[in-house]
């Protein structure tokens, strides 16, 4: 039986290191999954997932002309559990994602005008953005010119 690339195989996981484990495939042959392809949310610790003599269900994700063979856990179980792509997004999942972090500033600025420049045009919003953006950096500028001992600073 010949590996190919996008072929799923049975392995058995014969080490396990930090970044990923190491499979035994058909024909003597072996691969890497590396820790991003074991499942799908963040893995902090393989061994939490895997163990040595584990049988797993492998895909193949690339072949090196040097030999070695890249493999995913996680796409091979990805097309068993979920439907073909129909070419449709599935919105259902991001509607209750929250931002990693919140610009303030960004946040602000669209809340402050956005009905007050609703009807302006682009130059007049641009022109008002431009002014604020100019008057925060002026403050910033005096606020931490003294600190980092910039012009103006106290000298002994």
């Known amino acids: 039986m ?15 290191t930090n970044f990923g484990a190491f499979v035994a495939l058909p024909d003597n042959k072996s691969g890497l999954v590396h820790i991003s392809e ?27 002309p ?15 559990q979920k439907p073909r792509n129909t070419g449709r ?6 509607q209750n994602k929250k931002p990693a972090f919140k610009n303030s500033y960004k946040a602000d600025f ?17 022109s008002q953005f431009l002014k ?10 005096k606020s931490t010119e003294g600190k980092r001992g910039g012009r103006g600073g106290r000298r002994g």
């Open 2 to 16: 010949s590996i190919e690339v996008g072929q799923k195989v049975e392995g058995t996981v014969t080490g396990i």
């Open 38 to 64: 074991v499942a799908d949310g963040f893995v902090k610790d393989i061994n939490d997932l895997l163990s040595v003599g584990d049988n797993v269900t492998v895909k193949v994700l690339k072949m090196t």
């Open 66 to 80: 040097d030999g070695k063979i890249n493999l995913s856990i996680r796409q091979a179980n990805e097309s068993e």
């Open 89 to 94: 997004h599935d919105n259902a999942k991001f």
């Open 110 to 126: 669209k809340h402050d005008h956005q009905s007050s420049h609703k009807n302006d045009d682009f130059d007049a919003m641009m």
């Open 132 to 141: 604020e953006s100019e008057d925060r950096l002026t403050s910033l500028k």
